[in-house]
Structures are given as structure tokens and as C-alpha cells.
């Protein structure tokens, strides 16, 4: 061992002994309860087989896929549909079409799927479901992994969740679903303008976390400011020892002995899964002074979620090469694939010891005005592809009617109103790219334009994307409307029979109260409606 492998092992040794009392803020238990009760599903022999295995305390029952059955432990499913739901210690099985006379209703504390698919087609099956196939040599397997499965379990309540600032929808508009797109587990379920996560089918994946721009669902154990907290406290320790070149390697628990054998510069920080960090996390990790922030793909990771993770780091290696930082700075590699070099860091580049926030806007925003303070450059602006968590709103001023419908449906306070003038304003700061003020644009006049933007102060102050002078009342000159509503809504209504002479028309340039007043007083109108 050279003199700085020497070193690094040492203040590698340091920096896990700095942490080794971190304490995360606690979280809620969720509580499983299951008595043994089995529910087989299967076919012919291998089903028999495998109820006849299990030992006491365990309970069999079997739902047969296409064999007749004269036992009282059997169900037949005689081409039935089968539907799913629940978890460990309370599982009901629906067979049948819902309302049909034959439906049948099972409820089971553990499951054993003996089919050639498993009937739940999920990539995280719940916990207490068990898809072994029809293999007969792996059900001794099975029936003991069932048998641990029998009494009280508890674990962590993984995630928060803050409806008030959830993108999902507004107003009966559809909005942000990325968190029910990546959720392996299936564990989120749309409802109109909020979501509903189920804490006992949700196993800590984290993706959910990751891919939310607006931090309205976050990891709750442990805590994003816990983790960054962790990680800060590491990275000290490790410099202040004397150790170089640190790269932080994120890895799932299940697979930390993958890789057991990296070099003495690399500090590994293990998760519950690995899609449970984000972008946010990446690059705080490199501002608080890691040269190299790498994420150890190992068999525990999802191929259904390595695609997803894979956009994340897309998104975050694009701002990091748009801020002078090497390719390298972030990288994702599987058990079999040895680190790349680091990358040389920027000229002037800085870092920061800043105490962790537990607000993932912020954290990601001072992460990269940190790693971004050496520039000195008029190019601020950056496109990024459709699912970064933010950019811009772009409006066509010919088309808006500054209706303000935008304003009351977003989830952000991006887009406000310029309080007694008609005048749209627009903070990039808070905009998470949902679409919902897209979608619910009467005049399609708002497009949506992903970026990074590094200008601080036009970030964060408000911009005046339309304005239009105050249209007054004819009759008693107040403000009350724009010039292009009351135009859009006159050749609306040119035709409609209620407009038909210039007197009805000519009220809709009036204010509400001139308005009530005028049709009172005009006798055609006043009959009409009798």
C-alpha cells in the first residue's frame, strides 16, 4: 500500500467512525400481523405438494387454476378471473367478475403462487406474496420463507407526504403522475388533486421520492436532511484526515458486499434501495466536496426501475456539464464495471459545508448555485428534456385573454396575478414543470420549455409574461376586464339570438352592477326571461 492509499484508508476509517452515532429523526411503525393462513394457488400435484409441506403454524388453502376438486381446502377457479389486494396478514382474493353470482371472496395472511406467471404482475410484489413458479425444486425454499412469515412484523413508514404542494392535479386537471409512473410496487394510487400512497404495500423503493419535483412525497426514513447531514459529516472527516480524491458511492443494503473490494478514496453509503436518492442528493454530495459521486447497480436494483433512475442521471450529468464538471462526476456502474478515473474539477470551483435543509427544492438550487459560483460566463440558461423539474412557462400573448385559469390551478404559485392590473406574472423559482396550467388554458396560449436557469435573481423574482391595459365599463368607467377577453367574448356571442340588438351587446362592456341595472331597464330583455 502506497503512502496515499495509506492515507485515504486511514481517513476512510475516520470518516465511518464520524458517523457511526448519526442518529436519523424517527418515523412511524407500520405494524403486519399474520397467523399462518396460506392460500396455494396452483395446479394438480405441485399444488397438493406443496400444502401438504407446510408445517405448523401454517394453514393451507388452495385456489386450483383448472383442476376439479371434492376437498374442503379447495377453491376451483374454472377460468375465472383472479384479482389481488393487500399485503402480508390481510390479503383478499376476488374470483370472478365483480357483481357476478359466482364471485368468490378468500382472505389469506400469506400467499403461495405456484403459476407458470404470477397472477400479480407488479415488479415489487407486497410483502407476504410468494411467486415460486412451477418448479418443483424451489418450493422447499418457499414453504421456509413462508414460515418466517408468522407473527408480528413491524417497519419504518417510509415516506411523507404533503398534498398542498402536490403537482398531481388542480381544479379536476390532470397534472404530475411521476411518482405513480415509477413506483415498482404500485404502491400509489390518482386520485383528483392529490395521491394516495399505501404504507403497507410500499416496501421504501424511494423512487417515488426521487422523480418528484416538488418534494410533496419524500423519503421519511431516513430524512433527505438526515442523509445529506451524513453525508456532509463524512466528507469533513475524510479531508480533515488527510484523505483525497473522495468519491461517494451510493448502494443498496442488499448489495453492499457486491462491492467489497473499491478503493480507499471511496466512501460507500448504503440505502434501502438505491433509487431512493436523488438529484438533489447527487449534487449537494459533490458541493460539500466529493470529486465523484458514483450509484452501484447491483441484482437488488429493479430493471424496471434502472430506466427510471437512468433519466434522473441524465438530467443531473447535463447540469453538470453545462457547469464545467466532467462526465465522470456522476456515473452509474454495476458489480462488474471498475469506477472511472475522476474528472479534474473546474478552475475556482468551491465548496460548501452549509447545514442540510429538509426542503428538496432548495437543497437542489444550492447545490447548484454552490457548484456553479466559479462561472463566468453570459450563457445562464440550459435546456433540459421533458421531466426535469424546472423551466419556464412560455406564453402566446396574442392568444392569452389573461383569464387568470393558470394562476388558479397552479400547485406552485409559479404563475400568479398581478394583483389589480391585468398582468400574468411568472417566478421560475417555484415552477416544477407539471402542465397543469398547460392543460387547463382555455386559449392554448401556454407551452411549457424545461431549463436550468442560473440567474438567481431571475429566478427568483416575479416576470411579466402578459399585460394588457384595463378594459373600463362604458357605463360608469370602471376596470373590470381586458381588452381581448371582452373581444373574444363579443364574437362569441355576435351570433347568439340574447345579443341580438346593439343594446344587449353593448352590456357586455359593462361592468357587473351597470350591467343588472341595464337589463332591469330594458324591457325586451326583462320579457325574454319571463
Known amino acids: 500500500m502506497n503512502d496515499a492509499n495509506s492515507a485515504n484508508s486511514a481517513a476512510r476509517e475516520a470518516a465511518y467512525a464520524a458517523i457511526k452515532n448519526h442518529q436519523s429523526t424517527t418515523t412511524s411503525i407500520m405494524e403486519y400481523r399474520s397467523r399462518g393462513r396460506v392460500l396455494v394457488i396452483g395446479s394438480g400435484d405441485l399444488a397438493d405438494g406443496a400444502a401438504f409441506m407446510l408445517p405448523a403454524p401454517l394453514s393451507?388453502?388452495?385456489?386450483?387454476?383448472?383442476?376439479?376438486?371434492?376437498?374442503?381446502?379447495?377453491?376451483?377457479?374454472?377460468?375465472?378471473?383472479?384479482?389481488?389486494?393487500?399485503?402480508?396478514?390481510?390479503?383478499?382474493?376476488?374470483?370472478?367478475?365483480?357483481?357476478?353470482?359466482?364471485?368468490?371472496?378468500?382472505?389469506?395472511?400469506?400467499?403461495?403462487?405456484?403459476?407458470?406467471?404470477p397472477q400479480l404482475t407488479t415488479p415489487l410484489k407486497p410483502p407476504g406474496y410468494l411467486w415460486n413458479g412451477t418448479d418443483?425444486?424451489?418450493?422447499?425454499?418457499?414453504?421456509?420463507?413462508?414460515?418466517?412469515?408468522?407473527?408480528?412484523?413491524?417497519?419504518?413508514?417510509?415516506?411523507?407526504?404533503?398534498?398542498?404542494?402536490?403537482?398531481?392535479?388542480?381544479?379536476?386537471?390532470?397534472?404530475?403522475?411521476?411518482?405513480?409512473?415509477?413506483?415498482?410496487?404500485?404502491?400509489?394510487?390518482?386520485?383528483?388533486?392529490?395521491?394516495?400512497?399505501?404504507?403497507?404495500?410500499?416496501?421504501?423503493?424511494?423512487?417515488?421520492?426521487?422523480?418528484c419535483p416538488s418534494g410533496a412525497i419524500r423519503y421519511a426514513y431516513p430524512q433527505l436532511s438526515d442523509s445529506l447531514?451524513?453525508?456532509?459529516?463524512?466528507?469533513?472527516?475524510?479531508?480533515?484526515?488527510?484523505?483525497?480524491?473522495?468519491?461517494?458511492?451510493?448502494?443498496?443494503?442488499?448489495?453492499?458486499?457486491?462491492?467489497?473490494?473499491?478503493?480507499?478514496?471511496?466512501?460507500?453509503?448504503?440505502?434501502?434501495?438505491?433509487?431512493?436518492?436523488?438529484?438533489?442528493?447527487?449534487?449537494?454530495?459533490?458541493?460539500f466536496g466529493a470529486r465523484q459521486v458514483a450509484l452501484l447497480q447491483g441484482d437488488s436494483v429493479l430493471d424496471v426501475v434502472v430506466p427510471v433512475i437512468n433519466e434522473q442521471v441524465d438530467i443531473a450529468q447535463r447540469i453538470l456539464a453545462f457547469l464545467g464538471y466532467g462526465n465522470d462526476s456522476l456515473v452509474m456502474v454495476s458489480g462488474d464495471t471498475a469506477l472511472p478515473p475522476i474528472p479534474a474539477l473546474p478552475e475556482n470551483a468551491r465548496n460548501v459545508s452549509h447545514a442540510p435543509m429538509n426542503d428538496k427544492r432548495n437543497m437542489l438550487f444550492a447545490a447548484i448555485d454552490t457548484l456553479a459560483a466559479h462561472l463566468d460566463t453570459t450563457e445562464i440558461t440550459l435546456s433540459l428534456?421533458?421531466?426535469?423539474?424546472?423551466?419556464?412557462v412560455l406564453v402566446d400573448s396574442a392568444k392569452c385573454t389573461l383569464c387568470m385559469g393558470c394562476t388558479s390551478v397552479c400547485p406552485a404559485q409559479a404563475l400568479v396575478a398581478g394583483g389589480d392590473s391585468p398582468r400574468l406574472i411568472f417566478h421560475e423559482m417555484n415552477c416544477v414543470q407539471c402542465g397543469i396550467c398547460e392543460t387547463a388554458c382555455p386559449e392554448n396560449a401556454i407551452s411549457l420549455d424545461p431549463r436550468l436557469n442560473l440567474d438567481i435573481d431571475m429566478r427568483r423574482r416575479?416576470?411579466?409574461?402578459h399585460e394588457e391595459t384595463p378594459f373600463t365599463c362604458?357605463?360608469?368607467?370602471?376596470?373590470?376586464?381586458?381588452?381581448?377577453?371582452?373581444?373574444?367574448?363579443?364574437?362569441?356571442?355576435?351570433?347568439?339570438?340574447m345579443f341580438a340588438t346593439e343594446r344587449a351587446r353593448r352590456r357586455l362592456k359593462m361592468c357587473d352592477d351597470c350591467r343588472v341595472m341595464d337589463v332591469v331597464q330594458d324591457d325586451q330583455a326583462m320579457n325574454r326571461m319571463n
Open 462 to 465: 416575479g416576470v411579466t409574461l
Open 385 to 392: 428534456p421533458s421531466g426535469a423539474p424546472f423551466g419556464q
Open 60 to 117: 393451507a388453502r388452495i385456489l386450483r387454476l383448472d383442476d376439479d376438486a371434492e376437498d374442503d381446502v379447495s377453491v376451483v377457479c374454472a377460468g375465472r378471473p383472479i384479482s389481488i389486494t393487500g399485503h402480508l396478514g390481510q390479503f383478499v382474493i376476488h374470483i370472478g367478475e365483480e357483481g357476478d353470482v359466482d364471485t368468490q371472496i378468500l382472505t389469506a395472511d400469506l400467499i403461495l403462487d405456484l403459476g407458470d406467471n
Open 136 to 211: 418443483p425444486d424451489t418450493l422447499e425454499t418457499s414453504v421456509e420463507e413462508l414460515g418466517e412469515l408468522v407473527g408480528t412484523f413491524e417497519k419504518p413508514r417510509y415516506f411523507d407526504y404533503d398534498a398542498a404542494i402536490c403537482a398531481h392535479g388542480r381544479s379536476g386537471q390532470a397534472g404530475c403522475n411521476r411518482c405513480i409512473e415509477a413506483c415498482p410496487a404500485e404502491a400509489i394510487t390518482g386520485l383528483i388533486e392529490s395521491i394516495e400512497v399505501d404504507p403497507y404495500r410500499c416496501q421504501g423503493g424511494g423512487m417515488c421520492a426521487t422523480v
Open 474 to 497: 362604458v357605463e360608469c368607467g370602471k376596470p373590470f376586464a381586458t381588452r381581448s377577453a371582452i373581444d373574444l367574448i363579443l364574437g362569441k356571442l355576435k351570433d347568439h339570438p
Open 229 to 287: 447531514e451524513r453525508i456532509r459529516q463524512m466528507l469533513r472527516a475524510y479531508l480533515e484526515a488527510g484523505g483525497s480524491n473522495p468519491v461517494v458511492a451510493f448502494v443498496a443494503e442488499a448489495d453492499a458486499n457486491t462491492f467489497n473490494l473499491l478503493p480507499d478514496n471511496v466512501l460507500m453509503v448504503e440505502l434501502e434501495e438505491l433509487g431512493s436518492v436523488g438529484i438533489e442528493v447527487w449534487l449537494s454530495t459533490l458541493a
